[in-house]
């Protein structure tokens, strides 16, 4: 899990909450009160908005508290990888506050985390396992290895290999593609001024999360 993560307050401004998720490039601001976790507030949930997406003024005045979701999934601090599967798997959303007692914010884990750690688990080529790196170093998988990784994965899926492990790294990369397809598709939406083309893509993209999810 990413620890100490950028959160907001329920009472903070919409317009800084945007400006967060931009300043840090991510998609996804825990809200807490004195380090209890209230709510989370991703970059879909913008989409309440897009009525307002030009009028500055009128955003200032909306807070966080008004488009989060008061009610998130959580991760217990204890829980194992199979938790943090099932649950990002199941829930159609990609990112997990993981909470200890009276719900205090600890961290999250977002399903970007897992597939990386689920990367480092299968084997290369040549059998081996890449070395585990601490997650403060900020090291990161190449694209060549996350390519070739993926390509034995499906082929092992793909031939009835009993291979949990590939088979949870398929999926999951398939999930996060598709949400990153949707957030793409609304922003595209938003910015054509509700053009017919970008809604109609919008609303594709939306059908096949939907369909993912229920297969």
Wanted: aromatic fraction near 2%; proline fraction near 3%; glycine fraction near 6%.
């Amino acid at each position: 899990m990413t620890t100490n993560p950028v959160t907001i307050r329920a009472e903070d401004s919409v317009v800084t909450a945007k400006d967060l998720l931009q300043a840090h490039g991510i998609h996804h601001l825990p809200v807490v009160a004195d380090g209890i976790l209230v709510g989370i507030l991703s970059s879909s949930d913008f989409l309440k908005l897009h009525v307002l997406r030009d009028r500055t003024q009128a955003l200032a005045a909306i807070s966080v508290s008004q488009i989060m979701e008061a009610e998130p999934v959580t991760l217990d601090v204890f829980a194992d990888l199979v938790d943090v599967a099932a649950k990002l798997s199941e829930g159609g959303f990609h990112a997990l506050p993981v909470v200890e007692a009276d719900n205090v914010l600890v961290g999250i884990v977002t399903s970007s985390d897992l597939i990386n750690h689920v990367l480092m688990q299968v084997p290369r080529g040549d059998g081996s396992l890449r070395e585990s790196v601490p997650v403060e170093t900020g090291s990161r998988i190449s694209d060549a290895e996350v390519t070739s990784t993926m390509r034995a994965a499906k082929e092992a899926v793909q031939s009835g290999k009993d291979d949990p492990q590939a088979a949870s790294l398929v999926h999951l990369a398939e999930q996060n593609r598709l949400l990153k397809a949707v957030s793409k598709a609304a922003e595209l939406y938003m910015r054509s001024g509700h053009g017919e083309h970008e809604h109609s893509v919008l609303i594709k993209t939306l059908a096949d999360v939907q369909r993912f999810g229920s297969g």
